[in-house]
Nanobody, 118 residues
Framework: QVQLVESGGGLVQPGGSLRLSCAAS????????MGWYRQAPGKERDMVST???????NYADSVKGRFTISRDNAKNTVYLQITSLKPEDTAVYYC????????????WGQGTQVTVSS
């Protein structure tokens, strides 16, 4: 089992910034992928960004140039730096973890709300 704890969400004005964090604990395999997904009301959960344990990244087109994913493998923690926030970025952001044992069924955090509004 893997547990994920997210933090860093909140209410921010358009154009503002936030930094989300997600710490993983439990049965962590050295080769893994951690990342961020988001779900807006009435919509499906979509991939925002992922990073493998050897630092390969993937971004949704809608966030390229504004969001930056990073990780600290020693702390089993992944971060998402969000800049130039737009109202359409409003969503619950979920952290994910997967390795060869959970590739088809990743672990999820509880989610953190990001609201972009003036």
């Amino acid at each position: 089992q893997v547990q994920l704890v997210e933090s860093g969400g909140g209410l921010v004005q358009p154009g503002g910034s936030l930094r989300l964090s997600c710490a993983a604990s439990g049965s962590i395999f050295v080769i893994n992928t951690m990342g961020w997904y988001r779900q807006a009301p009435g919509k499906e959960r979509d991939m925002v960004s992922t990073m493998t344990s050897d630092y390969r990244t993937n971004y949704a087109d809608s966030v390229k140039g504004r969001f930056t994913i990073s990780r600290d493998n020693a702390k089993n923690t992944v971060y998402l730096q969000i800049t130039s926030l737009k109202p359409e970025d409003t969503a619950v952001y979920y952290c994910s973890y997967s390795d060869f044992r959970s590739a088809r069924n990743p672990y999820w955090g509880q989610g953190t709300q990001v609201t972009v509004s003036s």
